[in-house]
């Protein structure tokens, strides 16, 4: 079994797809008889915010300290 590693870039667009997924009306849904419900639009929201970050401090290229005295 191979474990597939998504970026952060793939894992935002999924997320933005289940909140557009969700403000269309599909929260729910029914698969072989049982009902499915998705993540509530708030942690969605909160997970896309996280995304975005990232993704903006990895374009920047990484993590900034201000502050530190070089040694």
């Known amino acids: 079994m191979t474990t597939v590693i998504k970026t952060y870039e793939e894992q ?11 403000l269309t009306g599909a929260q729910e849904a029914s698969y072989n008889g ?10 969605l929201q909160q997970r896309e915010e996280y995304l975005q970050q990232k993704i903006a401090t990895k ?3 990484g993590i900034k ?3 530190a005295t070089p040694v």
Not at 14 to 22: P, W
């Open 12 to 22: 935002l667009i999924e997320v933005q797809q289940a909140i557009s997924d969700i």
């Open 34 to 43: 049982q009902r499915v419900k998705k993540a509530e639009l708030a942690v």
């Open 59 to 61: 374009k920047r290229g």
């Open 65 to 67: 300290v201000r502050g």
